[in-house]
């Protein structure tokens, strides 16, 4: 609970907290329990490893933890809509300071339409970055280092611009956006080049977008968990259950890592949307 607490508040004294050192260098000496040494134990795997012995449980930890963020989120949310008030307590004035500045953001590219979109691009960026600290909280596991995990959000972000597009544009003007707007000879000469390269490229948009979350995530995670084992091979000759903090400098680039991913995955899905809207909206 100390590591935990400890962690939150300020993430880099947490990095010389023994109680962190020792959960993340459980099996460390023997390689055990760390899936090939690329990743920190984790509450469910440990408890899967000693107590419930479930193979399947491994497969489903990314949602279990994803379903824990997004329990938290809910609770949050919950109390401070119940208990709102003209002169907002401590909780809710940082939650609407956090509202606040992703509506200034989300309408400096979309202009008047940020107060439509800002409900699903908000919560996207939140729960992305929720999602990526996971993996730096002690016994904690980034579900955005499972591909499943951010291939779904990155289709969730594609259906949702296409469905922009069809009902900001009409069925008729989302396929003339995808032709490429032919309004003369050798625009609809063109469409036979023009239609397949749009349809391409709507469809390497989710695929860069999970690719890029995931591999950036996963690579952080790797980062730290080297250095964990490299200081705890550093205080082997002591037989020490406690390693030399390496890793402290990478978890607080991992902090600015795992937000910086979230603001791009956020900032190109606003992007992509904007690209739906009817241009003559938008200068």
């Known amino acids: 609970m100390l590591a935990m607490i400890s962690n939150t508040m300020i993430t880099a004294l947490a990095t010389f907290n023994p109680v962190y050192l020792i959960a993340t260098g459980s099996g460390g000496h023997e390689g055990g329990g760390h899936e090939g040494g690329t990743h920190l134990p984790d509450v469910v795997g440990l408890l899967n490893e000693h107590i419930f012995h479930i193979e399947a449980l491994e497969t489903w930890k990314p949602i279990i933890f994803t379903l824990v963020v997004a329990l938290i989120f809910s609770v949050v949310s919950i109390k401070v809509y119940r208990n709102r008030q003209m002169i907002p307590g401590p909780l809710q004035n940082f939650i609407e300071m956090l509202v606040e500045g992703m509506y200034n953001f989300i309408y400096s590219v979309l202009g008047k339409d940020a107060k439509r979109y800002t409900p699903f691009l908000g ?15 002690p016994g904690g596991f980034s579900p955005s280092t499972s591909i499943n995990i951010t291939a779904s959000l990155a289709i969730l972000v594609f259906l949702y611009a296409q469905y922009t597009g069809i009902t900001r544009l009409g069925f008729v003007g989302w396929l003339d956006h995808l032709a490429g707007q032919p309004r003369d000879i050798i625009g609809w000469f063109l469409v036979p080049l023009m239609l397949p390269m749009h349809i391409i490229g709507e469809l390497a948009k989710p695929f860069s977008l999970a690719l890029r979350l995931f591999g950036n995530i996963t690579g952080e995670d790797i980062l730290v968990a080297a250095f964990v084992g490299l200081g705890l091979a550093m205080m082997s000759f002591m037989h020490s259950p406690i390693g030399f903090p390496l890793h402290a400098p990478f978890i607080l680039l991992g902090l ?3 937000t910086i991913q979230a603001l791009v995955f956020t900032l190109l899905s606003t992007i992509y949307i904007l690209m739906m809207l009817p241009h003559e909206e938008h200068h």
């Open 123 to 137: 919560t996207l960026f939140f729960y992305i970055l929720a999602n990526n600290f996971m993996g730096i909280i």
């Open 256 to 258: 600015l890592l795992s």
